[in-house]
């Protein structure tokens, strides 16, 4: 079996490359990093079709797939089945479960709000929307805001003091994550899925959140927690990009596994494998992606008829802030 997967060809598919990164998505950037700690081979392809799916990311090999909606998430379904494992000596420790928890929690909502409240959303419509056609971005967005306001428990009475609570628990996760790191490489002798989620957050919030974003701001009163990002970084994202991943496909991905091809190879034709059901399903899915998000549109349209939208003050920019 392990034999077996090691000759397997891994393809993680993701959200398209923006703010200098792999993937300009905050999901998808840590299953990335945790594949380049585990120095795990894998092809790197994006889905564009779907913009607010669940699934992605997801990676595959053959009938394999690992979608980020099941068994949570695909670092944890990596880890079930034998493939990925980086937390063997460490998921069984207090402290490391704590400091887990902490990111992948009070970090992870401080960048919802930041991402579709806390700003004028121009990074969410570049990471999510930006291929689709502008009126479609658009409702998709509000829908979004919505969606965020709802479960956070946001309204117009107590805008301010949800704002302050999130701030207020991401710094003490940030207080608490210096604290530990000190001035080592990783918080735990070597590299685990807490690594994943920390690095992944301090690239995004530096290259993707506005300089004016309070969480940014916040991380920046931290200097070894900047200087972690910036090393493993340079370790683990920029040298040893060519070896783990091949070639990058700018277009949309399916879901059978691509393989990377070359001027040399070109020429060279691969066998067509036959789709699985999740694959077949998956193309269907596709085909009335439109069509079904012009139907959600006219739903939220005739559902937030009845909302009280004096709550949100839409600026010439097109964000959203509270009166």
């Known amino acids: 079996m392990q034999e077996s997967q090691e000759r397997a060809e891994y393809t993680l598919i993701a959200r398209k490359p923006s703010f200098g ?25 994006f889905n564009n079709t779907f913009p607010d799916s669940d699934q992605i990311p997801y990676i595959e090999s053959g009938t394999y797939v690992a979608y980020n909606d099941e068994n949570g998430g695909v670092i944890e379904r990596l880890r079930e089945d034998g493939i990925v494992d980086l937390d063997a000596d ?52 509000m829908k979004q805001v919505y969606v965020v306001k709802q479960r956070f428990g946001i309204t117009k009475e107590n805008a301010e ?29 070597r590299p685990s899925s807490l690594d994943t989620y920390l690095l992944g957050h301090v690239l995004f919030t530096l290259q993707a959140l506005p300089e004016s974003s309070v969480l940014r701001l916040a991380l920046l009163e931290h200097s070894n927690l900047i200087r972690y990002g910036e090393k493993l970084k340079s370790e683990y994202l920029e040298a040893g990009s060519s070896s783990s991943v091949p070639q990058f496909h700018s277009e949309a991905s399916s879901t059978s596994t691509r393989r990377p091809s070359n001027s040399s190879s070109r020429t060279k034709k691969q066998p067509k494998r036959e789709k699985t059901e999740e694959e077949k399903t998956f193309r269907r899915r596709a085909k009335y992606f439109l069509a079904t998000q012009l139907v959600a549109v006219l739903v939220f349209v005739s559902v937030m008829s009845g909302y009280d939208f004096s709550e949100v003050e839409v600026d010439e920019d097109d964000g959203f802030s509270y009166d």
Not at 22 to 44: D, M, Q, R, S
Request: glycine share 6%; proline share 6%; hydrophobic share 45%.
């Open 21 to 45: 990164l792999p993937t300009g998505c905050p999901i998808c950037l840590p299953v990335y990093i945790h594949l380049k700690f585990a120095g795990f081979p894998f092809h790197l392809n």
């Open 90 to 141: 460490f998921c069984s420790l207090p402290e490391w479960i704590s400091m887990k928890a902490m990111v992948s929690t009070w970090l992870a909502e401080a960048v919802m709000y930041e991402l579709w409240v806390g700003s004028d959303g121009t990074s969410a419509r570049a990471i999510y929307y930006s291929d689709l056609p502008w009126l479609i971005g658009k409702a998709l967005f």
């Open 161 to 189: 003091r949800k704002e302050a609570e999130i701030y207020k628990r991401a710094k003490i996760a940030y207080g608490a994550l210096s604290t530990t790191l000190g001035d080592q490489t990783f918080l735990f002798e």
